[in-house]
């Protein structure tokens, strides 16, 4: 038995538990009838992908794909064959990502373009096997990197071109970048992250799945410098910019917690996450070179931390530093892949009155 008055180590309100109020209170006005179903996956077991490392030379490929595993990728199914047949989801990953291009004067969207050479291995809808762990090849790299299979899209997204400069501006620890490295089409990747733990992470990561020649300074900068002062070192310079927050994390703080963003000792930084995503997001935008594209992209739900800060970024990118921008829709992103993964219903991001002249 517990005396309670004694048991001033037992935290009464577990962080888990906080995250879980939050969310029903707020996404079930925000999603309506989605949410019991979203709120059902996202308190289930995660599905990971393996993002296939080009630079290995392990035949963990084929020895995943006879195991029944498929790059969703490259394995797209006609988008009007089924529209309910989905293996991930805004439920499961909530991933959401926004582009936005800077300094253009043109409201065309773009047709969709997808590397050839990002490979993400999943297991068939329903099967929840684990992956082994990555093994080394006979030069130390490692075959795969496993992440939420959703994280992959914001890679996708971002559409790196042969010789593109890219910065990824909270990159620790790295999953992200190394699915732009394996575009093999960046000519100089900037990754930087402001905590240098992470970013020790992140080196580690980097060096157990690229080649050595292609880590030298010419073609990598690592950095651990304050993102939001982005624009005090470089403007005007990047190709693309990936701009992955830091956010609620809502799936990660319904599981563990640990170092959970709504343990009580950190209300005031998850009340101050939008602005300071909005603040990441405007140094990307100046980091981007006329008629670059950003990505914006966190794993939350949240409205507050997905349209109301790109809403906000933009607005004050032109106001404060006559830097206009467009918002491209990613619906052809969505299309082509809403067989494998639930999308979020539109979120009014209206790229034909965004802000563009
Ligand atoms: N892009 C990473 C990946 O794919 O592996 C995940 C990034 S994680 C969602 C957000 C990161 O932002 C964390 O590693 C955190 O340390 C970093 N961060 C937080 N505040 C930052 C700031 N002011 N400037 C730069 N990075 C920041």
Same mark, same amino acid.
């Given at each position: 038995?517990?005396?309670?008055?004694?048991?001033?180590?037992?935290?009464?309100?577990?962080?888990?538990?906080?995250?879980?109020?939050?969310?029903?209170?707020?996404?079930?006005?925000?999603?309506?009838?989605?949410?019991?179903?979203?709120?059902?996956?996202?308190?289930?077991?995660?599905?990971?992908?393996?993002?296939?490392?080009?630079?290995?030379?392990?035949?963990?490929?084929?020895?995943?794909?006879?195991?029944?595993?498929?790059?969703?990728?490259?394995?797209?199914?006609?988008?009007?064959?089924?529209?309910?047949?989905?293996?991930?989801?805004?439920?499961?990953?909530?991933?959401?990502?926004?582009?936005?291009?800077?300094?253009?004067?043109?409201?065309?969207?773009?047709?969709?373009?997808?590397?050839?050479?990002?490979?993400?291995?999943?297991?068939?809808?329903?099967?929840?096997?684990?992956?082994?762990?990555?093994?080394?090849?006979?030069?130390?790299?490692?075959?795969?990197?496993?992440?939420?299979?959703?994280?992959?899209?914001?890679?996708?997204?971002?559409?790196?071109?042969?010789?593109?400069?890219?910065?990824?501006?909270? *990159?620790? +620890? $790295? !999953?992200?970048? %190394?699915?732009?490295?394996? #575009?093999? &089409?960046?000519?100089?990747?900037?990754?930087?992250?402001?905590?240098?733990?992470?970013?020790?992470?992140?080196?580690?990561?980097?060096?157990?799945?690229?080649?050595?020649?292609?880590?030298?300074?010419?073609?990598?900068?690592?950095?651990?410098?304050?993102?939001?002062?982005?624009?005090?070192?470089?403007?005007?310079?990047?190709?693309?910019?990936?701009?992955?927050?830091?956010?609620?994390?809502?799936?990660?703080?319904?599981?563990?917690?640990?170092?959970?963003?709504?343990?009580?000792?950190?209300?005031?930084?998850?009340?101050?996450?939008?602005?300071?995503?909005?603040?990441?997001?405007?140094?990307?935008?100046?980091? *981007?070179? +006329? $008629? !670059?594209?950003? %990505?914006?992209?966190?794993? #939350?739900? &949240?409205?507050?931390?997905?349209?109301?800060?790109?809403?906000?970024?933009?607005?004050?990118?032109?106001?404060?530093?006559?830097?206009?921008?467009?918002?491209?829709?990613?619906?052809?992103?969505?299309?082509?892949?809403?067989?494998?993964?639930?999308?979020?219903?539109?979120?009014?991001?209206?790229?034909?009155?965004?802000?563009?002249?």
């Amino acid at each position: 038995r517990v005396k309670g008055k004694w048991a001033t180590t037992r935290p009464k309100h577990l962080p888990t538990r906080l995250a879980l109020q939050h969310f029903d209170a707020t996404y079930s006005v925000q999603l309506g009838q989605l949410w019991p179903s979203v709120r059902v996956a996202l308190l289930s077991e995660r599905k990971y992908g393996a993002l296939f490392n080009n630079f290995s030379n392990n035949p963990d490929l084929e020895k995943l794909q006879a195991q029944g595993c498929r790059d969703f990728i490259s394995n797209r199914e006609d988008p009007t064959s089924s529209e309910h047949n989905s293996e991930f989801g805004a439920e499961e990953d909530s991933s959401s990502v926004s582009t936005v291009r800077s300094h253009i004067d043109s409201q065309q969207q773009s047709p969709l373009w997808l590397s050839p050479n990002i490979k993400c291995l999943v297991f068939p809808r329903g099967d929840i096997t684990r992956f082994k762990p990555a093994r080394p090849d006979k030069f130390s790299l490692l075959s795969y990197y496993l992440m939420d299979a959703a994280s992959v899209l914001p890679c996708l997204a971002l559409a790196v071109q042969k010789n593109h400069t890219v910065l990824d501006l909270c *990159a620790a +620890p $790295g !999953g992200k970048a %190394l699915a732009l490295l394996q #575009t093999q &089409s960046v000519r100089f990747l900037c990754v930087n992250d402001s905590s240098v733990s992470r970013t020790s992470r992140l080196k580690r990561v980097l060096h157990s799945y690229i080649p050595k020649p292609l880590l030298t300074d010419d073609k990598l900068r690592i950095t651990s410098f304050d993102g939001t002062m982005w624009g005090e070192i470089e403007r005007n310079s990047f190709d693309r910019v990936l701009v992955d927050v830091p956010c609620t994390t809502d799936r990660h703080s319904l599981m563990e917690d640990d170092n959970n963003i709504f343990s009580r000792s950190r209300v005031g930084e998850r009340r101050s996450l939008p602005q300071l995503q909005v603040e990441l997001l405007l140094a990307g935008i100046i980091a *981007a070179c +006329p $008629g !670059g594209e950003i %990505l914006y992209s966190t794993c #939350t739900l &949240s409205l507050n931390q997905n349209q109301g800060v790109v809403e906000q970024a933009i607005q004050l990118a032109e106001e404060n530093h006559g830097i206009q921008l467009q918002v491209v829709s990613l619906r052809p992103l969505v299309q082509k892949f809403r067989n494998t993964f639930h999308f979020a219903p539109d979120l009014h991001l209206d790229e034909s009155t965004s802000h563009c002249r």
